[in-house]
């Protein structure tokens, strides 16, 4: 190991440090934060937390109107009247602060819609009142979610203390596949090494299969960091990274990358070749079996959506699935796209009316069928998911079963009414 090598997030914090020291794992600092992303509790550290530390009329300024972004996501359109107020109290308070990126009248996932809009860019730090922020390492940005406090300091200074995170290099090789295998990968890393393998640390993955890999994929596998304990979950720059960004930005950036013989806490190597499809059985994303192992599981909903799997990608492979076929009879498959941009040009390629015409509900962009807004449970029931988490009571009843499984999985379960290994239903793969 070079005494001066360093690892991305080391790399990173060293950028932003504001007394510009080189700094290493384990080390504290205060850092120059580049974007800040409030989502829809934007009116706590915008307007609640202010009046609650004496500013009566809420914050009276914000650090820099211009890298502030506010994406009312959860509750668009609102629900309730309570909601409703909510998020008129948030338009005022943009509105007062002069914040320019604000997005409340289209529908979507502040993740998505930061990636759709260029909001955040290669070796960047960016903070997110939503713990999924962590996304943003697709595109080779340093992503962390913090809390609402932490959050409202932010905003008022642009500032904020991190403790540079230890690093574990993921080893991806083997070949694409025709059909997306993101969520496989991370379930199938979370069996194996248990569902905080990468607890306070930062995950930077490279491998012969990285460059394969698309931005969605990228994104599934970021956003999916948290779910294993991560800090920040990053990936190189590189062309396709580029050929996202062009057309979305045009400011400049810095690529992250790490130094040769930095430093790691450890190292996972996984080839996807040997890797079977997996789900994570209830209750608890670290909860991984083979789908052979529940295979003939009776499901009542299947979904695909939420900032892991709501990507063009993940509903192409479900219109596939579906193609001239039928949605098995009683079984409920919802899909929400991230975004307004992923819905667009779903429907554009035809994957909507394949979708329809199959018998599945394309509903809203947003984060709904994570949340859930849409798609409770009943006691007894049982879905099969490509979301986020499935933990007891996620989806309504604290008697509903949730497994979580990838997007090919989730559209072929749903065709046969019970989990089932997709390659049993669906030829060629």
């Known amino acids: ?22 700094v290493r794992a ?12 409030c989502h829809y509790h934007a009116s706590d550290p915008l307007h609640e937390m202010a009046v609650q530390s004496g500013f009566k009329e809420g914050l009276p300024r914000v650090w820099d109107p211009d890298r502030i972004f506010v994406l009312v996501d959860h509750h668009q359109p609102a629900l309730s009247q309570k909601l409703a107020d909510e998020n008129a109290l948030i338009r005022r308070e943009v509105g007062r602060l002069g914040i320019r990126c604000f997005h409340d009248a289209e529908p979507g996932i502040s993740h998505q819609m930061m990636a759709d809009y260029g909001l955040m860019r290669p070796g960047e730090l960016v903070v997110g009142n939503d713990s999924h922020t962590i996304s943003y390492g697709a595109l080779n940005a340093g992503g962390t979610g913090i809390s609402r406090a932490d959050m409202f300091y932010v905003l008022l200074y642009g500032e904020l203390w991190f403790q540079v995170p230890p690093s574990i290099k993921v080893v991806l090789d083997g070949r694409q596949p025709k059909y997306p295998i993101a969520k496989d990968i991370i379930l199938y890393l979370a069996g194996q090494y248990g569902d905080d393998f990468a607890g306070s640390m930062s995950i930077e993955y490279s491998g012969s299969l990285v460059p394969k890999l698309s931005i969605d994929s990228r994104m599934c596998l970021s956003a999916h960091g948290v779910e294993v304990g991560a800090k920040f979950a990053m990936f190189p720059e590189d062309e396709k990274t580029r050929a996202f960004l062009r057309g979305r930005t045009d400011k400049s950036y810095e690529p992250l990358a790490p130094d040769p013989g930095a430093e790691y806490e450890k190292e996972i190597r996984l080839n996807v070749d040997e890797m079977p499809f997996v789900v994570a059985k209830p209750h608890q994303f670290g909860n991984v079996a083979p789908v052979d192992e529940v295979a003939g599981t009776k499901i009542h909903q299947a979904q695909i959506g939420s900032c892991a799997n709501g990507r063009y990608e993940d509903i192409e492979i479900a219109a596939r699935v579906l193609a001239g076929r039928k949605v098995a009879k009683g079984v409920r498959f919802i899909i929400s796209p991230a975004s307004q941009q992923v819905y667009l040009r779903c429907v554009k390629a035809g994957l909507v009316e394949t979708l329809l015409e199959a018998g599945a509900q394309v509903v809203t962009p947003g984060c709904g069928v994570c949340q859930p807004r849409v798609g409770f449970m009943s006691d007894g029931e049982v879905c099969i998911t490509a979301t986020t988490r499935n933990f007891k009571g ?36």
């Open 1 to 22: 190991m070079s005494a001066a090598a360093q690892t991305m997030a080391e790399k990173l914090l060293t950028r932003h440090n504001l007394t510009a020291k080189p």
């Open 26 to 37: 384990g080390d504290f600092l205060e850092a120059r934060i580049d974007g800040a992303m």
């Open 394 to 429: 996620r989806k309504g009843s604290l008697n509903a079963e949730i497994y979580l499984g990838g997007p090919l999985t989730v559209a072929a379960a749903a065709l046969a009414g019970e989990i089932v290994n997709p390659r049993k239903v669906i030829h060629g793969l």
